[in-house]
């Protein structure tokens, strides 16, 4: 277990933590004015390797060599220029901090988004020490910045990280399906119309990161995954995006407790762990090639769980969607969309994108919204 102290006082700034691995969604901005949950567990934290927060640079200010030595291979808006290692925690963790006055509002829509740097201070010292996020469409958080802190150990007998049979014993499905908040539904009493049933933004994000590993995995050639819901989150836009005509390649969902893969499977759909963020691989000769989803999000796809139960009398929570005549149906309106954002982010990132086929689909993202993007 750790604690992160200030690097000016030595004041301690959060509670006992251990680490996980940063989830696939932390930088996803997803749709308007939609309200979204803590991104991290209480008692976590993660640490984003790549640089994050202002000062940003435009594409045109950075030398392709540059980017390069960043593993960047293909133009980007912006890259940030700030420092790398930014450690990510629920704003309920943090000890003796306080808001920035003058840096409160800058870039805000509905709260807090960190537009203009950090916005937190150390109570002891007031040295900035944290970016904390809270506006709409962006999962709330609390950035420290890795040049403000220090991490101290706390607790040297830290469990060890679960192992794949553990975490298929323990571990969660991520369900695909989840209402949706508007921000304005904070304020107003809690009412169907204020939510709608939709596809879970992280299972979003999480096919993002997935379809830029299918593209390079299909080396042009068309792909096939299973039919039912891993089929209604991937064909779509493999189909729309790939070339017909050559002989396809086949993607398995694979990974722990399930059967060794055919051979006539040419690409393995398989599990990220949450803690050390490990992709799972097979035994034996890499003869595969993988393409990691989060532990929950592959999870729900191999065993989905039931329904869950609804009450039959007696009056639900307040705040507790009904299911009866007077609500929307508990299924998504639209068919899945991948993530814009995670996909492009992922994709520039993988060496592969020099090809002459995904240059041409990174280029011509804004115009493929055939192609199931969001």
């Not at 879970?200 to 050639?221: D, F, K, T």
């Not at 507790?320 to 299924?331: A, E, I, N, W």
């Not at 899945?336 to 996909?343: E, H, K, N, S, T």
Request: aromatic share 8%.
């Amino acid at each position: 277990m750790f604690v992160f102290a200030c690097e000016g006082c030595g004041a301690e700034l959060t509670t006992p933590m251990s680490q996980v691995a940063l989830p696939v969604h932390a930088h996803q901005k997803y749709g308007n004015g939609i309200q979204l949950p803590v991104l991290m567990e209480s008692g976590t934290f993660a640490v984003d390797s790549e640089p994050w927060g202002p000062p940003w640079r435009t594409w045109e200010d950075i030398a392709p060599d540059e980017a390069a030595a960043r593993a960047v291979y293909a133009p980007v808006y912006a890259l940030s220029d700030g420092a790398p290692g930014a450690i990510v925690i629920a704003p309920g963790d943090a000890r003796g901090t306080v808001l920035i006055p003058e840096n409160r509002g800058g870039g805000y829509c509905c709260g807090l988004d960190g537009a203009d740097g950090p916005n937190v201070a150390c109570v002891e010292c007031a040295l900035p020490v944290a970016t904390r996020i809270d506006d709409c469409s962006l999962w709330q958080a609390m950035w420290l910045a890795p040049n403000a802190v220090r991490r101290l150990t706390v607790d040297a007998s830290d469990a060890a990280p679960l192992s794949w049979a553990e975490l298929m014993e323990e571990g969660e499905g991520t369900p695909p399906f989840e209402p949706i908040a508007t921000w304005g539904s904070r304020v107003r009493p809690a009412h169907w119309s204020n939510h709608w049933w939709s596809w879970s933004p992280q299972w979003e994000a999480a096919a993002g990161r997935a379809l830029a590993h299918l593209l390079v995995a299909s080396e042009g050639r068309p792909v096939i995954v299973p039919n039912g819901l891993v089929g209604e989150v991937f064909q779509h836009s493999l189909d729309d995006l790939l070339p017909e005509g050559p002989p396809a390649r086949r993607a398995v969902l694979a990974g722990p407790g399930l059967p060794a893969p055919g051979r006539d499977a040419d690409i393995l759909l398989v599990p990220s762990h949450p803690q050390t963020g490990e992709v799972w691989a097979p035994a034996g000769p890499a003869a595969y090639l993988l393409v990691p989803l989060p532990f929950g999000v592959w999870l729900w796809m191999v065993s989905p769980e039931p329904d869950a139960p609804v009450p039959m009398s007696g009056r639900l929570p307040k705040g507790v969607l009904r299911d009866d005549f007077d609500s929307p149906p508990l299924l998504p309106g639209r068919r899945f969309l991948v993530d814009r954002g995670v996909f492009q982010h992922t994709l520039v990132r993988l060496p592969a994108v020099r090809s002459p086929l995904l240059r041409e689909i990174l280029d011509g993202l804004a115009h493929h919204n055939r192609a199931g993007f969001v």
